[in-house]
Nanobody, 121 residues
Framework: QVQLVESGGGLVQAGGSLRLSCAAS????????MAWFRQAPGKEREFVAI???????AHADSVKGRFTISRDNAKNTVYLQMNSLKPEDTALYYC???????????????WGQGTQVTVSS
């Protein structure tokens, strides 16, 4: 099973930027679907962005145009570049890995511990 560790969260002002990283262990990293999810207090975990084999990506409508997911298979790392941050982006952000292409959290087999992103107004 792949192990995932997120980093890069923090406290930023509205309009600012953060870059999250997810370091993965595993021999077949390049074949995994990788995704970012987030969860705010009292709310369900929601899909943010996904990248799959070949480097294709998709993003939730709420972050489209502001967030960009990318992967570097040589470094076994997935990134989430977050620009134009809003207070409503405040959440615990999780990296996840799956063997299928899905935006549902239930389809993911491995999860990181989460990294907190807080956006002040």
């Amino acid at each position: 099973q792949v192990q995932l560790v997120e980093s890069g969260g923090g406290l930023v002002q509205a309009g600012g930027s953060l870059r999250l990283s997810c370091a993965a262990s595993g021999r077949t990293f390049s074949s995994y679907t990788m995704a970012w999810f987030r969860q705010a207090p009292g709310k369900e975990r929601e899909f943010v962005a996904i990248t799959w084999r070949g480097g294709d990506t998709a993003h939730a409508d709420s972050v489209k145009g502001r967030f960009t997911i990318s992967r570097d298979n040589a470094k076994n790392t997935v990134y989430l570049q977050m620009n134009s941050l809003k207070p409503e982006d405040t959440a615990l952000y999780y990296c996840a890995a799956a063997t299928i292409r899905t935006t549902s959290a239930a389809g993911y087999d491995a999860w990181g511990q989460g990294t907190q992103v807080t956006v002040s107004s």
